[in-house]
Nanobody, 118 residues
């Protein structure tokens, strides 16, 4: 199993920035590097949606709504996936979840809350 822990959420004003982290402390480095990983978010009252993907090979994919403002990165030696978010908008308010696609299944973290408000 893959244990994922998100952090870095909080309250931020529109136009502000946050960096989310997703750590996999129980994974070994070589296994972590093989994960395809992603960030998803679930706004209040809505379905969970894709934000950004980072493949094990380094390919990055973004939802149209965040292109140019969000950057996903993966540090395999530290076993952490990041999501740098700038110019946050009200619609960025959501619980953000990390996902890892491992050989034995798909795993989710518990989520971290981001609130964008004046």
């Amino acid at each position: 199993q893959v244990y994922l822990v998100e952090s870095g959420g909080g309250l931020v004003q529109p136009g502000g920035s946050l960096r989310l982290s997703c750590a996999a402390p129980r994974s070994i480095t070589s296994t972590f590097s093989g994960y395809d990983m992603g960030w998803y978010r679930q706004p209040p009252g809505k379905e969970r949606e894709l934000v950004a993907l980072h493949s094990s090979g380094g390919t990055k994919t973004y939802a149209d709504s965040v292109k140019g403002r969000f950057t996903v990165s993966k540090n395999n030696s530290r076993k952490v996936l990041y999501l740098q978010m700038i110019d946050l908008k009200h619609e960025g308010t959501a619980v953000y979840f990390c996902n890892a696609q491992a050989t034995d299944g798909s795993y989710w973290g518990q989520g971290t809350q981001v609130a964008v408000a004046s």
